[in-house]
């Protein structure tokens, strides 16, 4: 069965500090798609990013950055010069074709201003 | 452009009693899913509907049960609640749920079940 795992539960960094958020996976399948999504108070989820398998090419988008690695399971995700409103929850999850999600149980980003 | 709506956004039961949820989907999207999240984790795969019929199903009891409706929008019924049944009940929309890939879901903001 697939299975994500997020090893921190809470992070705290001062602004303008830069922080990695982990996300390991496992998984027998051979295509599969990896999210990040970003859950603010408010409590919906907002999409940062998805992934195919077969596409391992690091991302960045403004000062976020995703680092996927087949060899390890791993689909980390960077915020750079974090700042207050990046504070929220942070999930990673995984997606077969069936189009369900397995999420992760998320990370507690606070930035501290 | 309205995204995902739902509806009530808090609501308070007691043990024994039936809950109604509903959701309207983005513009454009047609399939809605249906996810659970318990306090301090992460959403749990409830089911999905798509051309009003239910297409997938995580573990679940049948006490929760759905509908979709021809306009797309759909319901989540869990009946005869359960503390355990307290959580966050958050619908997403997509379009095409059948189509090979992964579609991005849209979230609404979720109704905050208590149950007491």
């Known amino acids: 069965a697939q299975k994500v795992t997020q090893a921190q539960t809470e992070i705290s960094v001062v602004e303008k500090e830069d922080v990695t958020l982990d996300c390991v996976y496992e998984?027998?399948?051979?295509?599969?798609?990896l999210f990040w999504y970003k859950q603010p108070p408010s409590g919906e989820l907002v999409f940062l990013i998805r992934r195919n398998s077969f596409d391992e090419q690091n991302e960045i988008s403004g000062r976020y950055s995703w680092n996927f690695q087949k060899s390890t399971s791993s689909f980390n995700f960077t915020i750079t010069a974090s700042q207050v409103v990046d504070s929220a929850v942070y999930f990673c999850a995984y997606q077969t074709g069936a189009n369900n999600l397995f999420f992760g149980t998320g990370t507690r980003l606070t930035v501290i201003p | 452009d309205a995204g995902v709506t739902q509806s009530p956004t808090h609501l308070i039961k007691t043990r024994g009693q039936q809950v109604t949820l509903r959701c309207s989907p983005k513009?454009?999207?047609?399939?809605v899913s249906w996810y659970q999240q318990a306090l301090g984790q992460g959403p749990q795969f409830i089911f999905q509907y798509y051309e009003e019929e239910e297409r997938q199903r995580g573990n679940f009891p049948d006490r929760f049960s759905g509908h979709q409706f021809p306009n797309y929008s759909s319901e989540l019924n869990v009946n005869a609640l359960l503390l355990g049944d307290s959580a966050l009940y958050l619908c997403?929309?997509?379009?095409?749920?059948?189509?090979?890939?992964?579609?991005?879901?849209?979230f609404g903001a979720g109704s905050r079940l208590t149950v007491l």
């Open positions: 998984t027998r399948d051979t295509t599969y798609y």
């Open positions: 513009s454009g999207h047609d399939t």
């Open positions: 997403a929309s997509s379009f095409r749920a059948m189509s090979s890939g992964a579609n991005v879901l849209t």
